[in-house]
């Protein structure tokens, strides 16, 4: 069975950074896509980017280029998401997802707040 | 970016019933290899979205047939027979024929 497990929720103050990871079980990332999707309160879908784990290679869409930095370790089948200089806006859940949108993680809940 | 309208924004329906979802993209998403990178996804209270259907008509895995998408080009739509409790939630269509990928702005749907 394939699972996604992201890590808590995190509470940051406004122009630091947070890390979010999304571990896979039962798939190896290396042969998928993985995406990170964000939900803003009571607001819909919005594409973040993706990244190829196999070769690091990522895609972002444009207003997140200076927002989020795509990673991943294959040797631990883990997708990583680092969101920078945070603002109150950046307040959201963040979903990992992989596999043209089929598996999706649990979601992050990320604060800012001073 | 592609613009992905979806219509209505909200129903309500009583159980039993049929209802149909349309999503209009302002590109075409037929890929360069042939195939529509248009899928529907469904994300229930407080749960994370889930894939129905697939590249508009295929059944995501564990997906009642109660579920059917149909469509080309420009115009989609996401037909659900004999509506059950379950389904309730908001529904999305997405497009990843085109970067950046995008989304509808989702169709509520509220059981009577």
């Known amino acids: 069975e394939v699972q996604l497990q992201q890590s808590g929720a995190e509470l940051g103050k406004p122009g630091t950074s947070v890390k979010l990871s999304c571990k896979v079980s039962?798939?190896?990332?290396?042969?998928?896509?993985m995406h990170w999707v964000n939900q803003r309160p009571g607001k819909g879908l919005e594409w973040i980017g993706r990244?190829?784990?196999?070769?690091?290679?990522?895609i972002y869409a444009e207003k997140f280029k200076s927002k989020a930095t795509l990673t991943a370790d294959t040797s631990s089948n883990t997708a990583y998401m680092q969101l920078s200089q945070l603002k109150s806006d950046d307040t959201a859940i963040y979903f990992c997802a992989m596999h043209g949108f089929a598996y999706w993680g649990q979601g992050t809940l990320v604060t800012v707040s001073s | 970016d592609v613009v992905m309208t979806q219509t209505p924004p909200s129903l309500s329906v009583a159980i039993g019933q049929s209802v149909s979802i349309s999503c209009k993209s302002s590109?075409?998403?037929?890929?360069?290899?042939?195939?529509?990178?248009l899928h529907w996804l469904l994300q229930s209270p407080g749960r994370s979205p889930k894939r129905l259907i697939y590249q508009v008509s295929n059944l995501g895995s564990g997906v009642p047939d109660r579920f059917s998408g149909t469509g080309s080009q420009k115009d989609f739509t996401l037909k659900i027979s004999r509506v059950e409790a379950e389904d309730l939630g908001v529904y999305y269509c997405a497009q990843t024929t085109h970067f950046p990928f995008t989304f509808g702005s989702g169709t509520k749907l509220e059981i009577k």
């Open positions: 590109q075409s998403l037929v890929y360069s290899d042939g195939k529509t990178y």
């Open positions: 990244i190829d784990p196999a070769n690091g290679n990522t």
């Open positions: 039962g798939y190896n990332i290396r042969n998928t896509y």
